[in-house]
């Protein structure tokens, strides 16, 4: 028997679910799709990949009716899960063929008007759907069941006042429901706001902090770059991830790691959908063996098979480090984080473990370090008088130290 029947869900949404190969639930689809279908609010604390767009899908599938409008809309911090999201609903709406859309920003806005019309749900980043709303290309007045996926990084990223403006265009006879890999106080507070007695589910993390080895390195700031090349060359690894806090710091990984013969491509913000979109399917594919990225790519993205992350950069934010660091040692495979320090990195380094006081992390020796040549330094200096804006080497690359 398929364990999934026991919901009372609809017969496409079982059919769907069959064809998918999903037999048995999750913790977080076991504890939030009976409530979702009893019309309940729902808080669900749920880690990126656990299961929860299938949870919230089941109830988004066997409320909408096709053709009468906008009646789901679900709310994304970003283009990549937006999309993500509407690929999972696309495939558990394949037997009820209802047209399901996803919007965000960074991608021409004119093929968004022109199939927003004749769209059932609507999934999307709140800036793009707040620009759709205010020329009146969008209508909310229907909408039956509304979520917020990924609530706790909406609100780090400051979406809450755009949230608020979209939830009072929205019915208030409506369901609710919020994912979040955590509960803050923020959202707890903004539940009381716009939940009707909400029932609060959670699932444990899908990262076996069995199988998950955590180190650090202590290093000369000019000695990061080094360390991470010698690292990926050495270690034994299958996908891996490099974090980093800045686009340009991303960029100046990725060149670098490039120029000494490693497979590498990077993630952030300044891309468009297209690349961004490209990058993550070659990765997901093993095209390229390294992903660098910024925090865009630590939450919402359904990742698999990462054996080891970095953290070239050590994230200002706590919470960031656990989503980072939730990429790995995942459905019970074994992984490695492998966090590089430098000065400026040990006051973030310092919170996390205050912050996380279970977390064990073992100090690593410095392993013998190759010079490496670099092409570009990531941070901003300024030039010598009459220089321009960098000083330049002979070869039109600015100066650097060779370990950096």
Known sequence: MNLFEKFGLSQALNTAIKKLGFKKPTLIQEKAIPAIHQKKDVIGESATGSGKTLAFGCGIIDTVVPGKGVQALVLAPTRELAEQVRGVLNQLAKEKKLKILSIYGGVAINPQIHNLPTA????????????????????????????????????????????????????????????????????????????????????????DPEKLKQVYYDVQKNQKLALLIHLLKNEDSGLVMVFCNTRRNTDF?????????????????????????????????????????????????????????????????????????????????EGKVINILCDYDHDNFSRILQAYREFKIEKIKIPALEKVTIKTSPQRRRAPAGRGRFARNGRGHRKAHAYN
Request: with cysteine; net charge positive.
């Open 120 to 207: 059932d749900v609507v999934v999307a980043t709140p800036g793009r759907l707040l620009d759709h709303l205010q020329r009146r290309t969008v209508d909310l007045s229907k909408v039956k069941l509304l979520v917020l996926d990924e609530a706790d990084r909406m609100f780090d990223m400051g979406f809450i006042e755009d949230i608020e403006k979209i939830l009072r265009l929205c019915p208030k006879k409506r369901q609710t429901l919020f994912f979040s890999a955590t509960i803050s106080g923020d959202i707890k507070k903004f539940a009381k706001k716009y939940m009707v007695n909400p029932v609060r589910v959670s699932a444990d993390k899908m990262v």
């Open 253 to 333: 990984v990725v060149k670098n790691l490039k120029a000494n013969k490693i497979s590498a491509i990077a993630i952030h913000g300044g891309l468009t959908q297209n690349k961004r979109t490209k990058t993550i399917n070659l990765f997901n594919d093993a095209k390229v063996g390294a992903l660098v990225c910024t925090d865009v790519a630590a939450r919402g993205l359904d990742i698999d098979n990462v054996s080891h992350v970095y953290n070239y950069d050590i994230p200002k934010d706590s919470k960031d480090y656990v989503h980072r660091i939730g990429r790995t040692a995942r459905a019970g495979e």
